[in-house]
């Protein structure tokens, strides 16, 4: 059950023309009241000597009476929507919960005779309105803010105790949708997309890149888009603003969007937050190359959502929304589209009301920027593992956010992990394949030997890995993790102590490329197709300059 809280009005006749109406589809049937505030009010849907002139007239009564007192825009208009799937509800029903939603914003508290008048008109079976005037008895404003929330929660206990369907609920986190003008643009334009969501995906794509916030706004430059940066009297950065190159207002102006209203954590303060200290310490520059860096930090981010503080969590799911935004930029043109839907899926998941912990993620941050800087691996393999990395962390993220009663963002992570399987399906196919073969070529002694480590270290799991046609290419693995001095027993146990693996659709696949990962095992695993060199991203060099506007 949804309920909409529309823009104060000023026409209490004009809300009623409409409820009373045809509707702008003939779609409104048996427009009728069901509840009032005194239960006495003139009904024209009903009866036939009532007009909407009366109805208007006894709901402004109290706006005459206040006189310049009143509200200029004292219309308060509420619609309340049953999901599809609901019960037909009652009228007597539809009352119930009209006074309860009223109660609860504040608009007429149970019990209070000095409460707004009001009236809920029903003209679908679905829905009802709730049309009030905001003049209490003694003619002062309700006190009404935050009504939408109010009205939200007292939805969710409704749902509850009527067996309705209990609609997820967003945390006032998800990105501004388009308006209808935007819309009708872009369809008159001939775009899929909104000017609005493709500045969203150059902004957070270049955030994502980045490495400070001159090159941020650079690459913003360079994906097709203005730029309007402004300053504090001091010299320093107080916002931007950017636009697309071509988009214009009736006056032929450019159509600026600040930060902020792509998304929040789009604002200039949260995008300069994420982009300190994102260079690569001496530490990270002397280690294994970026693409193994970055499936590695990857890897622990299931255990920093499972154990770390809230915070800490947040600042994760931040960053690994980041490396599904640049992935697509340096992928495969074969799985790039599901990338693409992955990254704009995790979106809607990336916040929350927690604020998230930067700092915390921070070598994964310098690993996803690191990996556009450095030449593409040689071996496709690395990619694979990657993915696999991702999909798990995607996979832990969607649980890290049911768990905190994130139900929205929870649904975006499980989109954005079918979107990331596919990918991942299609990129593993040929490394499995060539680790399977390695595995079929192994002597008998060799299998023996890792088939009991196996039920040494997973005894509960040992028969199911084992009929996986995933086995030959786990067993080719612990064979090679032992020729490079490792113990199979012990890096099955360390592998599996750090992620649940009775979930997973394939427990073979998830080990074999956690193997990978844990034994450096990367290296000439394939003879995959190397990942081609981008077309779609050139890191700029941080010296060069370009002439921005500036306000």
């Not at 209203?261 to 994420?274: F, V």
Request: proline share 6%.
């Amino acid at each position: 059950m949804i309920a909409n809280i529309v823009k104060p009005g000023h026409k209490t006749r004009g809300v009623l023309n409409y409820l009373y109406g045809p509707g702008r589809a003939n779609e409104h049937a048996d427009p009728h009241l069901v509840a009032s505030f005194d239960g006495f009010v003139p009904d024209p849907g009903r009866d036939p000597d009532a007009t909407l002139a009366q109805l208007a007239a006894v709901l402004d009564l109290r706006v005459k009476q206040a006189g310049a007192k009143a509200p200029k825009n004292h219309v308060w208009h509420c619609s309340i929507r049953a999901a599809p799937e609901d019960r037909h509800l009652a009228d007597d029903e539809w009352a119930t919960i009209a006074r309860r939603v009223l109660n609860a914003t504040g608009i007429a508290p149970a019990g209070d005779p000095d409460a707004c008048r009001w009236v809920v008109v029903r003209h679908a079976d679905d829905h009802i309105h709730i049309v009030a005037t905001k003049v209490r008895g003694d003619l002062r404003p309700p006190r009404n803010w935050n009504d939408f929330l109010r009205a939200d929660k007292e939805l969710v206990a409704i749902e509850k105790e009527y067996g309705l369907r209990q609609v997820p609920r967003g945390d006032r986190t998800a990105a501004k949708r388009p308006t209808r003008a935007e819309q009708e643009k872009a369809h008159r334009t001939g775009n899929a997309r909104t000017s609005r969501e493709h500045l969203r995906t150059i902004v957070r794509t270049a955030v994502s890149a980045a490495t400070t916030t001159e090159e941020f706004f650079r690459l913003v430059e360079g994906a097709g888009a203005l730029i309007d940066v402004q300053h504090f009297p001091s010299g320093d950065v107080r916002g931007y603003r950017t636009a697309l190159d071509g988009d214009t207002n009736a006056q032929g102006e450019p159509v600026w969007f600040s930060g902020s209203t792509l998304a929040a954590d789009l604002s200039y303060p949260k995008i300069a937050e994420r982009l300190t200290t994102t260079e690569a310490t001496p530490t990270e520059l002397s280690e294994a190359p970026a693409w193994r860096r970055l499936a590695r930090a990857v890897d622990r981010t299931p255990d920093h959502l499972a154990h770390g503080e809230d915070e800490t969590g947040q600042a994760h799911i931040t960053v690994l929304a980041e490396a599904l935004d640049v992935l697509p930029l340096i992928a495969p043109a074969g799985i790039r589209p599901q990338l693409v839907q992955a990254a704009i899926a995790f979106e809607r998941a990336s916040r929350s009301q927690i604020r998230a912990r930067h700092q915390q993620a921070q070598t994964t941050r310098r690993a996803v920027k690191a990996i556009l800087r450095e030449p593409a691996p040689k071996d496709g393999a690395l990619l694979t593992i990657v993915l696999d990395a991702l999909l798990l962390a995607v996979i832990a993220a969607q649980h890290w956010h049911r768990t905190h009663g994130h139900t929205q963002q929870a649904e975006a992570a499980r989109q954005a992990a079918g979107h990331l399987r596919a990918a991942y399906q299609a990129q593993a196919a040929e490394p499995l394949t060539v680790l399977r073969q390695q595995g079929t070529r192994l002597a008998e002694s060799l299998r023996r030997r890792q088939e009991f480590a196996l039920r040494r270290v997973l005894p509960e799991l040992a028969e199911r890995i084992l009929a996986e046609p995933g086995w030959p290419a786990l067993a080719a693995t612990l064979d090679r993790a032992e020729a490079a001095g490792h113990k199979p027993a012990a890096l099955l146990t360390e592998a599996t102590a750090r992620r649940e693996t009775d979930t997973a659709t394939s427990v073979s696949e998830v080990l074999t490329w956690r193997l990978h990962r844990l034994a450096n095992l990367t290296a000439v695993t394939t003879s995959g197709t190397p990942i081609p060199p981008s077309a779609a991203y050139r890191p700029t060099n941080t010296a060069t300059s370009q002439q921005r506007r500036t306000r």
